[in-house]
């Protein structure tokens, strides 16, 4: 029997070389990309997993062209604003983690709104990474219990983290044949099961997802401890 993990993370990579396979603009890679990501979100809530979290645009993505940028948080704009009474209707909680300071004032309402209005919801929670980097939310974390004075336990400062009301992921998929953490989810995936698929993003299907969890079913995870039938032999 298929035992579900209790919290899956995605990089959705590989929108914009779809995109260049088939000679389009980066942001037709994108768009299919959000394609992909409402499958997934539809799939996740109805197979029951309790926590989805997916990276979505990274602290070192301000550096892609300008336009690029620009088009990108269209697309994220569009989402909310198309996906808000859907999410809401599938009893999903939606949270976004990450900086806040340097989105534009009408992206942040939405995201204001529709937390508010999720927040009691007990579906899918579903975490959606902006403007987010590892190093930036430890750094963040850290500056603020400095500032209240906080001895920075293990505990303690992962409370502190923007995933404090978050189980560390079970599993962590990255998509189109990069094998790299790039800056995602540092402290929280230390004993993460990783599945690396072939598969660019906007191609993603629910399958392959079922597939990085029937792969999760086969992992021993031993947490720096040796076998548990061993330990009782
Ligand atoms: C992932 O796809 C989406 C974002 C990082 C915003 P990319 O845009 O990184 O696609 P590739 O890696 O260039 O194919
Ligand atoms: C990681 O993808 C970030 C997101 C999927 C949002 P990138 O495409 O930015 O990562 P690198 O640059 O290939 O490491
Ligand atoms: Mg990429």
Not at 200 to 218: M, R
Request: aromatic fraction near 10%.
């Amino acid at each position: 029997m298929t035992s579900l993990p209790n919290h899956i993370a995605i990089i959705m990579d590989g929108n914009g070389r779809w995109a260049k396979a088939r000679r389009l603009p980066r942001t037709a890679g994108h768009k299919k990309g959000v394609e992909a990501t409402k499958k997934i979100v539809t799939h996740a809530g109805e197979i029951g997993l309790p926590y989805l979290t997916l990276y979505a645009f990274s602290t070192e993505n301000w550096a892609r062209p300008v336009d690029e940028i620009n088009d990108l948080m269209a697309l994220l704009r569009f989402y909310l604003k198309s996906e808000t009474a859907e999410l809401l209707k599938n009893n999903v909680r939606l949270r976004v983690i990450g900086r806040r300071d340097r989105l534009s004032k009408d992206i942040i309402d939405m995201i204001e709104n529709i937390e508010e209005k999720s927040k009691d919801n007990t579906g899918l929670n579903l975490s959606i990474c902006l403007d987010y980097g590892g190093r930036e939310e430890i750094l963040n974390a850290v500056n603020t219990a400095i500032k209240n004075g906080h001895a920075v336990t293990e505990e303690a400062f992962s409370q502190y983290l923007y995933t404090f009301d978050i189980p560390d992921p079970d599993l962590l998929i990255r998509t189109s044949g990069e094998y790299r953490i790039s800056n995602f989810l540092l402290w929280q995936c230390t004993y993460s099961e990783l599945y690396f698929s072939d598969i660019l993003w906007p191609d993603f299907t629910a399958d392959e997802f079922d597939n990085a969890i029937q792969s999760y079913n086969q992992r021993e995870r031993r947490f720096g401890g040796i076998d548990k039938k061993e330990s009782k032999a």
